[in-house]
């Protein structure tokens, strides 16, 4: 069973992939972490790509679609969640092309929705503990004493990308990029919108959805 998730900004969408993950023995494919594990390397190749990094400059479909198809060639058989990927037509074309060759296809696409001004909260207002990572939000999941974690009493920290305006700069990257892969794969025949409620709420939706399959 090969799942992906697309969903704006803060919608939650890492969550239900490690739920997925933990229920039905599926792989978490994220692009991001790829690029990190190449960034770890001591080589050409992680050199080139942290330049460009750095830069600002755009990773090319390809060199990111070639990413893909190296990690599902060592395959996993309970099937894959494609967290971040694909992000464009294109990559979306060629995931097709990859997974047809491997005999395999794309089960479902999960669009996850969350309101903006929910989204926007849900960043501005996070809040993770250095030491033990829990994460907490000052709208919606407050620690018991203000800005200090439940668990070891240190200080939260706010990360430096948990801001308004970066927020901002995704969710019109999301709208650009992201939209036209709803319609896409709302074509297919293989689009289903979950609305994001609550955790448990949204991965019952999830579940309902996945065991019709």
Known sequence: MNIILLAPPAAGKGTMAELLVEKYG???????????????????????????MNSGQLISDDYIISLVKEELSSGNEKGYIFDGFPRTITQAVELEKILSNLNQKIDKVLYITVSKDISLKRTIGRRVCPNCKKVYNIYFNK???????DNC?????????????VF??????????????????????????????????????????????
Do not use: H, W
Not at 144 to 149: F, V
Not at 182 to 204: R, S
């Open 26 to 52: 599926l792989k978490q494919l994220s692009t991001g972490d790829l690029l990190r594990a190449v960034l770890k390397k001591d080589d050409d190749e992680a050199k080139q790509l942290k330049e460009k």
């Open 143 to 149: 620690p018991k004493n203000e800005n200090i974690c």
């Open 153 to 165: 009493q240190n200080e939260l920290i706010r990360r430096d990308d948990d801001t308004e305006e």
């Open 168 to 213: 901002l700069k995704r969710y019109d990257t999301y709208l650009n990029d992201t939209l036209p892969l709803i319609k896409y794969y709302e074509d297919k025949g293989l689009l289903e919108e979950v609305e994001n409620i609550d955790k448990q709420e949204t991965f019952t939706q999830i579940s309902k959805i996945l065991e019709e399959i």
